[in-house]
């Protein structure tokens, strides 16, 4: 048994095919324009190094401002060792939210 040749049934496939495409590229697309870093540190003291390495996430640093990658680390232990590194911060924020009080104390241990 043989479907017989039908050309809207080509262009509906087409169609579909193209939607998907377009949807997937912009998904894609969408996710890669991530604005800012994943994390925002503001120091009390500005640090002299430019670049911290805290796990996999690294951290640029001018001034008494650093920001960095994002870390397959939990963001507590990120800032935890951060803080070791440049001293006490002023504050810290992930993906734009920002510690807490209580949180950043915990940091700053």
């Given amino acids: 048994m043989t479907l017989p040749h039908n050309p809207a049934r ?3 496939a087409l169609i579909a095919a193209t939607v998907f495409t377009a949807t ?5 697309a969408a996710s890669a324009n991530t604005t ?3 994390f925002k540190a503001e120091l009390a003291a500005p640090t002299e190094t430019k670049r911290h390495t805290i796990g996999d996430a690294v951290f ?3 001034g ?3 920001r960095g990658t994002s870390s397959s680390s939990s963001a507590r ?3 935890v060792k951060l803080a070791r590194k440049v001293g006490q911060l002023q504050s810290f924020s992930v993906k734009g939210e920002a510690f807490d009080a209580e949180e ?3 940091c700053n241990g």
Avoid: K, Y
């Fill in 10 to 12: 080509h262009l509906v």
């Fill in 24 to 28: 997937i590229f912009s998904a894609s």
């Fill in 36 to 38: 800012g870093p994943a």
């Fill in 60 to 62: 640029a640093c001018e």
């Fill in 64 to 66: 008494d401002t650093c």
């Fill in 77 to 79: 232990n990120v800032c």
């Fill in 104 to 106: 950043l104390q915990r």
